[in-house]
């Protein structure tokens, strides 16, 4: 995970990260494209939070109409980019996976990697969905 206060690192913010996705704006598209080339490839890496990744989700189901499927491959798309980086890509990684073919959302994906990596023995919840994610438990009186 970056360190805090690394000046070292650019945000990127969802806005960007879904024009580069959905290209619906050529101007941002092309500048989005641009900036991420420069900054990313100057050994400056552009940082995606994984509160930009649930939020660009959400973005992509509701406002672009993407399914599960678009969505996993479009994630997995700027995973694969090297002038990005993220908090815990492995985990990132599998939580597009878990996405990808499960039925739970996506940020309940990442919740359930990212508290496992946190040393939480799972996540509890009263989502039936999320449940059958690897790290969830149901709470009973649910």
Request: proline share 2%; net charge negative; hydrophobic share 40%.
């Given at each position: 995970?970056?360190?805090?206060?690394?000046?070292?690192?650019?945000?990127?913010?969802?806005?960007?990260?879904?024009?580069?996705?959905?290209?619906?704006?050529?101007?941002?598209?092309?500048?989005?494209?641009?900036?991420?080339?420069?900054?990313?490839g100057s050994g400056t890496p552009c940082y995606v939070s994984n509160m930009i990744l649930i939020e660009t989700v959400w973005v992509l189901e509701t406002v672009y109409g993407f399914d599960r499927s678009m969505i996993a491959d479009a994630l997995a798309g700027l995973l694969d980019a090297e002038q990005l980086e993220f908090d815990s890509p492995i985990d990132v990684a599998a939580s597009v996976e878990d996405f990808r073919h499960g039925g739970a959302e996506f940020a309940d994906c990442l919740i359930g990697r990212i508290n496992l990596l946190a040393g939480c023995s799972h996540t509890v919840t009263f989502d039936r969905k999320a449940a059958k994610l690897t790290g969830f438990k149901l709470l009973a009186g649910g």
């Open positions: 995970m970056p360190s805090l206060g690394s000046s070292a690192m650019i945000g990127i913010d969802t806005n960007v990260i879904v024009r580069l996705i959905v290209n619906d704006d050529e101007r941002q598209s092309r500048a989005a494209e641009r900036f991420i080339r420069e900054h990313g």
